[in-house]
C-alpha cells in the first residue's frame, strides 16, 4: 500500500488506488496526488527504470498520442517537445525504461486522462480511467529525422474474459496474478489463429530462427508460437495471414517481438544491437510466401537499429 498522502515521499505501488474509483474527476494535479492516484506532482509519468510504471497523466503533451478508450498510443517521455512535436533523439532510459519493465513483467499502470486540453494542459481536470498494461513499444523515425519511442497501452478489464478463452481464475489470486493469466491466455490464443496453426504445422513446430525444438511431453511434442511479423491491432494493423506469420520458439519470439532480431529482406537474421549475422531465415520458399513488405514495416518499428539493413 502506499503511504499516507500527507507523506513527503510516496512509495511506488501498483494496482488500483485505494481512495479513487475508475470514472472519478480530480480538479488539479495535486488532488490525484492527495487521492494515491499519482504520486508525483506536476509530472505526467510516475516510477524508475527498475521498478517499472506505475501511474500516467495523459494531458496531450505529444501529436503523436493517441487515444481510443481501451487501447492508448502513449509516447515516451523527452526528445524536448515543442508544440507537441519532438526536437531531438528520444531514449529508452529513466521511466521509459520503465515502461519496458512494465510490459516484460505484466505490471499494471493507473492511467489518468486529461480533460478538455488546449496548448497541452487538461483545462477540464483529469479522469481515473482506471489500469491498463502495456502491450507492446516500438520506435520510429518522425519527419524531421528524430528517433521516437511509442507504446501501445490496453486497459485491463479486470474480470471480463475474451469469449471463447478458458482461464483459471483463483479466488487466491493477486491482481497482478489475475492480470498475468488473462494475458498469457490472449496471448496462446492470438498464437492459435487458423493461419497460426498452418504455419506452424508446416514447419512441425520447429523455430525457423534457432532450428532448436521444445520438447514439452515425454512422447516428443513440440511447442512453437505463431509470431506475427507486422503486429495485429493498432497501430500496425497487420493482416492473420500465413505471409505475415512465422513459427518460432518462445525465446526466439519475444526477441523477435522486441526487435533484438531482425530479419532482412532476403531473410538474413541480424542481431538488432550488434548488427551482426546470425543465420539465414529457414523458410520453404515454394509454400510459405512470407511478404517482404511485412519484414520492412516490422523493422520500420525499430527505426534505432535497423538502419542499413
Known amino acids: 500500500m502506499p503511504r499516507p498522502s500527507n507523506s513527503p515521499s510516496k512509495r511506488i505501488y501498483f494496482g488500483p488506488p485505494p481512495n479513487a474509483a475508475v470514472g472519478d474527476w480530480f480538479k488539479l494535479h495535486d488532488d490525484l496526488y492527495a487521492a494515491d492516484v499519482h504520486r508525483f506532482r ?5 516510477g524508475t527504470a527498475e521498478e517499472g510504471v506505475d501511474s500516467i497523466v495523459a494531458s496531450g503533451g505529444y501529436a503523436a498520442d493517441r487515444d481510443e478508450g ?23 532510459t ?9 510490459e516484460r513483467e505484466g505490471l499494471p499502470i493507473r492511467f489518468v486522462r486529461g480533460l478538455d486540453i488546449r496548448s497541452g494542459k487538461a483545462r477540464g481536470g483529469y479522469e481515473y480511467a482506471g489500469l491498463y498494461l502495456v502491450e507492446e513499444h516500438w520506435s520510429s523515425r518522425t519527419a524531421q529525422g528524430h528517433l521516437m519511442w511509442q507504446f501501445r497501452l490496453v486497459k485491463d478489464e479486470g474480470e471480463l474474459i475474451p469469449d471463447g ?20 491466455t490472449a496471448q496462446r490464443r492470438v498464437r492459435n489463429t487458423r493461419a497460426a496453426r498452418k504455419v506452424k504445422s508446416l514447419y512441425g513446430n520447429l523455430c525457423q530462427i534457432c532450428r ?10 513440440l511447442y512453437s508460437e505463431g509470431a506475427h511479423i507486422q503486429a495485429l491491432g ?11 506469420i512465422l513459427c518460432l520458439c518462445p525465446n526466439c519470439h519475444v526477441r523477435f517481438d522486441n526487435g533484438a532480431i531482425l530479419i532482412t529482406d532476403d531473410f538474413k537474421v541480424v542481431d ?5 549475422f546470425v543465420r539465414d531465415l ?28
Not at 42 to 46: E, R, V
Not at 94 to 102: E, F, I, M, S
Not at 272 to 276: A, C, I, V
Request: proline letters at 4%; a negative charge; one cysteine or more.
Open 212 to 221: 532448436e525444438p521444445v520438447i514439452v511431453d515425454s512422447d516428443g511434442t
Open 165 to 184: 478463452v478458458e482461464v483459471e481464475i483463483d479466488e487466491g489470486m493477486t491482481e497482478l496474478e489475475r492480470a498475468a493469466a488473462r494475458y498469457i
Open 70 to 92: 481501451d487501447v492508448v498510443i502513449y509516447t515516451a517521455m523527452g526528445g524536448a517537445p515543442s508544440n507537441g512535436h519532438i526536437t531531438q533523439d528520444q531514449e529508452l
Open 94 to 102: 529513466g521511466r521509459n525504461a520503465g515502461l519496458v519493465v512494465n
Open 234 to 244: 493498432e497501430p500496425h494493423c497487420g493482416p492473420d495471414v500465413a505471409a505475415n
Open 272 to 276: 538488432g544491437f550488434q548488427h551482426t
Open 282 to 309: 529457414f523458410v520453404q520458399r515454394d509454400r510459405h510466401r512470407i511478404r517482404r513488405e511485412f519484414l520492412q514495416q516490422h523493422r520500420s518499428r525499430w527505426a534505432d537499429r535497423s538502419q542499413n539493413l
Open 42 to 46: 506536476g509530472q505526467g509519468i510516475s
